[in-house]
Each structure stands twice: as structure tokens, then as C-alpha cells.
């Protein structure tokens, strides 16, 4: 407990526990100034729906016994909703990944517990039947429960998991949308995803099915008119490009890897399906790592272009000026 919520717990536990006490304490609560756990201690009850409503709006998004699945966005804070920073600041314990920042951790309530669960490829540090009970525990025991996922908890969030297993234990829960990391590398990189003269489709697949025994629809994948945007494939990216080709993409067909989107590190490789491997070889990218594939991505490079020629005519024109 850190020092601030101690010196205000002491000066609650020196007042006697009275009605007006207990009105004080439940304010205190909702600022984050004390646990779920401490206003258990003092003999506080949940408060009604009917009285939340009076104290503070989080009470009325996430109660105590309840838990909310939020999407933390792509990286950036700033692309977080403000219902996704209502939820945390209303929270008592967080369930969180490892794509979820220091920096949106940095801002969770001074008393609010943490527990990581992340994944890695090849490397889970808790297996998801336990992630669903661990957030189950924390219900049952009164806590108001975040579980915090990078992007949007419903786009390859194993989301639809973790609600099963608190239906089944019968806690209620609340949904919080983010922004997909798509959504966040095209923003960051001034692309469309969708564009008349380019794509009239958007497909999102998990590269995670790339294995010999379960492939996607590579015929049905292997389209001009759509954009495709491969999540958790870096590992598989040789055999993306080559089944692409294989039904029938050319292999200057283009595509890129963006690692890091939206954050200040965010790295961008263009290329083609033909070159890609070759290129992420001499140019090598960490994970997380999103593969688009499309027309759409000679936007974005031919922006890289423009910018870069107009940059470079601006030098000139300052040092013939100087």
C-alpha cells in the first residue's frame, strides 16, 4: 500500500465507523483512494445501482463483483476511450497483457492490483482456462475487475473465452471496444485501409492458422480487390507470401510489415510478396507485427516518396538561400 492511501486509511480508521463515516469512505473509494479490499475491511456493502448513480458515474459502468473487458488500443494512451480510462480509474484489480504499455500502466489507480497474464508465440505465462478464473476469484471476491487487452478485446482477443467463463459462473461483465491495431498502423502511417480505386474489401485474418494442418482459404485470400491484414504472422511470413502467390497474387504484389504501431517507435517495411522475406531478413522487425497486403500500400509508400522528395527540395532551396 503506498504512502498516500495508508495516511488516508489511518485517518479514516480514526474516526468511528458511523453512517456519515461510511458516506466519506465510499467517496474516498470511488477517487481510488481506497481499495475494494479496505472498504470490505470497515464493513462497507456494495453499493445499489440506485445509489451509484449518485456518487460517481463509474459506479454505474462497473460495480464492485463485476468485470469489464477493455481494449487498450494499439500502444499510443492517447488512442484509448474515455470509457476504456473510466473503467481503469474505477478498477480495483487489472488483468492485463503484454502488449498493454508502461505508460497506460503507469496511469492505473494507486491501490489497484495487477496481475500479468501475457502471451508470446510459444510462450503463454498463464494458460487462458486460468485467466478465466483468475478473473472469476476476483469477482467473487467483491473487486471491480479490468481486464485489459492491447487493441480490441474482440479481434483475436480469445474475448468470446473469457466471457464464457464468466457467464458460467454467473458474473457480470461489461464489453469496452478498442482500437484494432489496423485501424491504429493506417492512421499512423496516413493509409486508408479501404479505398475506391483500391480495395473494396477488408478481411482481418489470425496467422496463427498458417500451420499445415488448418490453412486458411488461401483461393478466397488471394483477391485484388480487398486489403488483408495478417495479425501474430511475422513467424509465418514465408509461407504467407507463398501461398498468395501460389494462388494467384503476383509476386509484385505489395505489401508491409508494421511493427509497434502508433507508438514513437513504430517501424514500417515496404515491400512486395516476391521480396518481403528477403527484405525483413536484412532489415529485421520485433513483434508485435502487422502484415497488410494490398494496392492500398502504394499509398502509403508513394507518400513516403512525395514526402521525402519535397523534404530534400526544402534542404536545397535553405542552403542556397544561405
Known amino acids: 500500500m503506498s504512502g498516500l492511501i495508508r495516511?488516508?486509511?489511518?485517518?479514516?480508521?480514526?474516526?468511528s465507523i458511523n453512517s456519515a463515516t461510511l458516506?466519506?469512505?465510499?467517496?474516498?473509494?470511488?477517487?481510488?483512494?481506497?481499495?475494494?479490499?479496505?472498504?470490505?475491511?470497515?464493513?462497507?456493502?456494495?453499493?445499489?445501482?440506485?445509489?451509484?448513480?449518485?456518487?460517481?458515474?463509474?459506479?454505474?459502468?462497473?460495480?464492485?463483483?463485476q468485470v469489464a473487458l477493455v481494449g487498450a488500443g494499439p500502444g499510443d494512451p492517447e488512442l484509448m476511450?474515455?470509457?476504456?480510462?473510466?473503467?481503469?480509474?474505477?478498477?480495483?484489480?487489472v488483468v492485463y497483457d503484454r502488449l498493454v504499455g508502461d505508460e497506460i500502466l503507469a496511469q492505473l489507480p494507486m491501490h489497484c492490483e495487477r496481475y500479468y497474464v501475457g502471451k508470446a508465440c510459444g510462450n503463454h505465462s498463464v494458460p487462458q482456462d486460468e485467466i478465466g478464473?483468475?478473473?472469476?476469484?476476483?469477482?467473487?471476491?467483491?473487486?471491480?475487475?479490468?481486464?485489459?487487452?492491447?487493441?480490441?478485446?474482440?479481434?483475436?482477443?480469445r474475448m468470446g473465452e473469457e466471457l464464457a467463463a464468466l457467464d458460467e459462473a454467473g458474473i457480470t461483465r461489461h464489453v469496452v471496444p478498442g482500437i484494432t491495431a489496423a485501424a491504429g498502423a493506417a492512421?499512423?502511417?496516413?493509409?486508408?485501409?479501404?479505398?475506391?480505386?483500391?480495395?473494396?474489401?477488408?478481411?482481418?485474418?489470425t496467422a496463427q492458422l498458417c500451420s499445415?494442418?488448418?490453412?486458411?482459404?488461401?483461393?478466397?485470400?488471394?483477391?485484388?480487390?480487398?486489403?488483408?491484414l495478417?495479425?501474430?504472422?511475422?513467424?509465418?511470413?514465408?509461407?504467407i507470401c507463398d501461398e498468395l502467390q501460389r494462388h494467384g497474387l503476383p509476386s509484385d504484389w505489395p505489401m508491409m510489415l508494421v511493427a509497434n504501431a502508433s507508438l514513437p517507435e513504430q517501424q514500417a517495411l515496404?515491400?512486395?510478396?516476391?521480396?518481403?522475406?528477403?527484405?525483413?531478413?536484412?532489415?529485421?522487425?520485433?513483434?508485435?507485427?502487422?502484415?497488410i497486403v494490398g494496392s492500398v500500400c502504394e499509398m502509403a509508400a508513394g507518400r513516403d516518396l512525395v514526402m521525402a522528395a519535397a523534404m530534400a527540395h526544402s534542404s536545397e532551396r535553405e542552403a542556397r538561400v544561405a
Not at 495516511?7 to 474516526?15: E, G
Not at 470497515?42 to 445499489?48: H, W
Not at 476511450?81 to 484489480?93: E, Q, V
Not at 481486464?147 to 482477443?157: A, V
Request: aromatic letters at 6%; glycine letters at 10%; charged letters at 25%.
Open 7 to 15: 495516511w488516508k486509511w489511518r485517518d479514516l480508521m480514526a474516526s
Open 23 to 65: 458516506g466519506i469512505s465510499m467517496a474516498r473509494l470511488t477517487e481510488g483512494l481506497l481499495s475494494r479490499r479496505e472498504w470490505r475491511a470497515i464493513g462497507g456493502q456494495a453499493p445499489s445501482r440506485t445509489d451509484a448513480g449518485a456518487i460517481t458515474p463509474a459506479w454505474g459502468g462497473l460495480l464492485p463483483g
Open 81 to 93: 476511450t474515455l470509457k476504456a480510462w473510466r473503467m481503469l480509474n474505477a478498477a480495483d484489480a
Open 133 to 157: 478464473a483468475l478473473m472469476v476469484r476476483l469477482a467473487k471476491e467483491g473487486m471491480r475487475v479490468v481486464r485489459l487487452k492491447g487493441g480490441d478485446p474482440g479481434i483475436f482477443g
Open 187 to 205: 492512421a499512423s502511417l496516413g493509409m486508408p485501409l479501404t479505398d475506391r480505386a483500391h480495395a473494396q474489401r477488408l478481411r482481418f485474418v
Open 212 to 228: 499445415r494442418n488448418d490453412q486458411p482459404e488461401w483461393q478466397q485470400l488471394a483477391r485484388r480487390d480487398e486489403t488483408l
Open 230 to 239: 495478417f495479425y501474430m504472422g511475422l513467424n509465418r511470413l514465408d509461407t
Open 270 to 291: 515496404h515491400g512486395t510478396l516476391g521480396d518481403m522475406v528477403a527484405r525483413l531478413a536484412e532489415c529485421p522487425l520485433p513483434t508485435p507485427c502487422l502484415i
